[in-house]
T-cell receptor, first 114, second 113 residues
Framework: EAQVTQNPRYLITVTGKKLTVTCSQNMNHEYMSWYRQDPGLGLRQIYYSMNVEVTDKGDVPEGYKVSRKEKRNFPLILESPSPNQTSLYFC?????????????FGQGTRLTVV | AQSVTQLDSQVPVFEEAPVELRCNYSSSVSVYLFWYVQYPNQGLQLLLKYLSGSTLVESINGFEAEFNKSQTSFHLRKPSVHISDTAEYFCAVSDKRTYKYIFGTGTRLKVLA
């Protein structure tokens, strides 16, 4: 089954404790991205990657890092989480060259930073 | 730069009544248009997409959206809603060159019995 898998689904952590949210897709998609969803703001892009070892900032990259060492994985790293990063996070992937480029989303990770 | 506006944050409607969820966009470049649906505690699922051609796009579950280039709108409609349509609906545009999605703020559709 084609899917994007995020882990964990729920996470409560304390300010400053480094954490990683994993994202993996099994569709051989080149394009992957991370979004955060906040009430009244919709989804905003954090980082994206066009292919292995190619990453770039989205609209709200501050406080986040990503890496793309393998095509299927695109982890989101919070080196020193703060309460304003409490949010619902989604990973998505798309096939480059497809018209239009349908995005497949993971189930989401609800992060609470206290 | 692109932007997407969904003016209605919440839309309550009775079962079997028609509904329209409004979406307006602005873009200086060519974009693709989408509607995604998010059911409670789930990720986003593609509802329908507009590429080109006919301005009316239909989904498999009775929703349709009409692309209006002059009004830069992509409103979502359904002639008769069901309780199971209760969800949050997001309008989005995707830049044809960068593949980046820009989402609206979402519209919560609440179908009442």
């Amino acid at each position: 089954e084609a899917q994007v898998t995020q882990n964990p689904r729920y996470l409560i952590t304390v300010t400053g404790k480094k954490l990683t949210v994993t994202c993996s897709q099994n569709m051989n998609h080149e394009y992957m991205s991370w979004y955060r969803q906040d009430p009244g703001l919709g989804l905003r892009q954090i980082y994206y990657s066009m292919n292995v070892e190619v990453t770039d900032k989205g609209d709200v990259p501050e406080g986040y890092k990503v890496s793309r060492k393998e095509k299927r994985n695109f982890p989101l790293i919070l080196e020193s989480p703060s309460p304003n990063q409490t949010s619902l996070y989604f990973c998505a992937s798309s096939l480059l060259g497809q018209e239009p480029p349908e995005a497949f989303f993971g189930q989401g990770t609800r992060l609470t930073v206290v | 730069a692109q932007s997407v506006t969904q003016l209605d944050s919440q839309v309550p409607v009775f079962e079997e009544a028609p509904v329209e969820l409004r979406c307006n966009y602005s873009s200086s470049v060519s974009v693709y248009l989408f509607w995604y649906v998010q059911y409670p505690n789930q990720g986003l699922q593609l509802l329908l997409k507009y590429l080109s051609g006919s301005t009316l796009v239909e989904s498999i579950n009775g929703f349709e959206a009409e692309f209006n280039k002059s009004q830069t709108s992509f409103h979502l409609r359904k002639p008769s809603v069901h309780i199971s349509d209760t969800a949050e609906y997001f309008c989005a545009v995707s830049d044809k060159r960068t593949y980046k999605y820009i989402f609206g703020t979402g519209t919560r559709l609440k179908v009442l019995a």
